[in-house]
């Protein structure tokens, strides 16, 4: 089969299965199993295609069918220009998720800092943090097992497993530190609106990581009681939020002895992360 039909043959099924991004997912299969860019894939138009090749395109066609997010059909997901090992014990990286990360890598650019990453799931928020901080090391820590087994494997290729360790270890069990820099990314959904979540989000990714309680900051709240114990004086928590939340994780900041410092919007202007200096 000539690559074109079976790109539009992928097509088919999948806007027959209401898949949105249909014609791309199609294409992007295909040029992952190929090995080829998308690019180059698309001007090969009178390549036959091998059958076991057209074999493996229909099932992971039939997995994109489901909902499977292309991240974890591929296991890998683009973030901060890196390739990420992602599998479906770490939540797949977003891009909003790298507004974060740039705030922070400008504010310690030149600066040696110790930091911690709570919640790391695939490291990708430590470990491109290291990747422009060149004095930074710390620490990446998660309650999944199987997360920080791939946030170490993510270490490894990324040659800083010397800089960053990680540990499969609950954020209760950290003491006898001081950090320059706290980071999380902690579950912030309300339990009651998972359902609500599109069905690539919660049918595939991880649970643990999605569930913020009744009123999805019950981790949030744990991470900034337990900061202002393990922070350096003066230093920063830089935490990702949810929509609409901000109001009243600033009230709990301020409280327990924290300013804002920065704020951070997403794409549609709304509040979605919050850097704060522990006074």
Known sequence: MLISKLINSGSKILKEGNVQSHMLDSELILSNLLNKSREKLLVMTDYRVPKYVIANFEKLVSRRLKKEPMAYIFQKKEFWSKDFIVDNNTLIPRPETELLVH???KIFKNKKIFLLDVGTGSGCIALSLLSEIKKAYGIGIDISNKAIKIARRNAKNFCFQNK??????SLDNIYGYKFDLIVSNPPYVCKHQIKNLSDDVKNYE????????NDGLDVI???IYK??????????LALEIGHGQYYKVSQILKLEGFKDKFLIKDYQNNIRSILAILE
């Open 103 to 105: 705030k922070i890598a």
């Open 164 to 169: 960053l360790k990680f540990y499969h270890r």
């Open 206 to 213: 991880p649970r643990i990581a999605l569930n913020g309680g």
């Open 221 to 223: 709240k744990k991470v």
């Open 227 to 236: 900061s202002k114990n393990i922070l350096k004086r003066k230093g920063m």
